[in-house]
C-alpha cells in the first residue's frame, strides 16, 4: 500500500461474459456497498457487449465499470473497434489500455498503447495503462529494463494520479496460478514507484500501481499489503462475485 492512496479492486472479465452472467455483476455491485467503500475504489471491466447495461446495474452502487481496451483515435473506419467517446458514452469511467493479451494478440507497441490512454483521457475516462515482463525476460535478468521501457513508452506526458493507473502484471503470472515472491513484487512496484515519482514528481507518487496475475482471495491479501501494491487487477477470479468480493474485502483487515 501507499500512504494517503485509495487503493483499486478492479476485475477485468476479458473475453467472458453474456446477460447470464448480469447476476455477477449484480452480486459485486451490491457487495461493494458498505464501509470499506469509502476506502477502497472497485471496478469491473466487463465485455464492451455489457458495458451500457453494467452501468446501469451500477446506478446506485460504488462500483464502477470500465472497458477492456479503446482505440487510439477519435472515430472513423476502423471494423470492429470501439472509441473512448462510446465508452464515456456508456457512463463507463475507465479503460484498460495495453494489457499483455493485446500486447500479443494484436501485436500492440508501447506508442500505440500511449496514444489509447491519451485518447482515454481526452474523453475523460481514467487509464489502466498495463505492463510487464514475460518469463524468458525475467529468467534473462531484465525485468526491471522492460518496466522502465514499458513504463517510458505507455504512459502518457498528461498522465496524473487521477487519470492514469498503473498496472504490473508479469506476462508469466497471468492465468497461470503462479505469482512472483512478495519480495520480487516489492521490488518492481518500488522501482516503478521511483521511475514513476522522477517523471511525474507528487503525481508520480500518488498515482495507483495495480499487481495483477494470479490473484486470488488466498495471496490477495499478501499481495496487497507490500508497500507500493495499491490494488490489484483480477483476471479469472473476478469471474465469480463470491471471488472478487473476497479479494476486495482482504483489504478490510489491511486498512483496519
Ligand atoms: P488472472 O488475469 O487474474 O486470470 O491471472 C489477470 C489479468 O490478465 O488482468
Not at 85 to 91: G, L, R, S, T
Not at 134 to 153: I, N, P, S, W
Request: glycine residues 10%.
Amino acid at each position: 500500500m501507499t500512504p494517503n492512496v485509495t487503493p483499486l479492486v478492479a476485475g477485468n472479465w476479458k473475453m467472458h461474459g453474456t446477460r447470464a452472467s448480469l447476476d455477477q455483476i449484480k452480486a459485486i455491485a451490491e457487495g461493494v456497498k458498505g464501509p470499506l467503500a469509502a476506502k477502497v475504489q472497485s471496478l469491473l471491466c466487463p465485455p464492451a457487449t455489457l458495458l451500457y447495461v453494467a452501468t446501469a446495474l451500477c446506478d446506485d452502487s460504488p462500483l464502477a465499470i470500465g472497458a477492456q481496451d479503446c482505440h487510439e483515435t477519435a472515430s472513423g473506419a476502423h471494423t470492429g473497434d470501439i472509441s473512448a467517446e462510446m465508452i464515456a458514452d456508456c457512463f463507463a469511467t475507465h479503460v484498460i489500455v495495453g494489457h499483455s493479451e493485446r500486447r500479443t494478440d494484436h501485436e500492440e507497441s508501447d506508442a500505440l498503447v500511449r496514444a489509447k490512454a491519451e485518447i482515454a483521457h481526452r474523453n475523460d475516462l481514467v487509464a489502466i495503462v498495463c505492463i510487464g515482463e514475460t518469463e524468458a525476460e525475467r529468467k534473462g535478468g531484465r525485468t526491471l529494463d522492460v518496466l522502465k521501457t514499458q513504463l517510458a513508452g505507455s504512459v502518457p506526458d498528461g498522465a496524473t494520479a487521477a487519470n492514469t493507473v498503473v498496472a504490473y502484471e508479469p506476462v508469466w503470472a497471468i492465468g497461470t496460478g503462479l505469482t512472483p515472491t512478495v519480495a520480487d513484487v516489492a521490488e518492481a512496484h518500488a522501482f516503478l514507484r521511483a521511475e514513476l515519482a522522477r517523471r511525474f514528481a507528487g503525481e508520480g507518487v500518488a498515482m495507483r500501481i495495480l499487481y495483477g496475475g494470479s490473484v486470488k482471495p488466498g495471496n490477495a491479501k499478501d499481495l496487497m499489503g507490500i508497500d507500493n501494491v495499491d490494488g490489484a487487477l483480477v483476471g479469472g477470479a473476478s469471474l465469480k462475485s463470491e471471488d472478487f468480493l473476497a479479494i476486495y474485502r482482504a483489504y478490510e483487515d489491511l486498512t483496519a
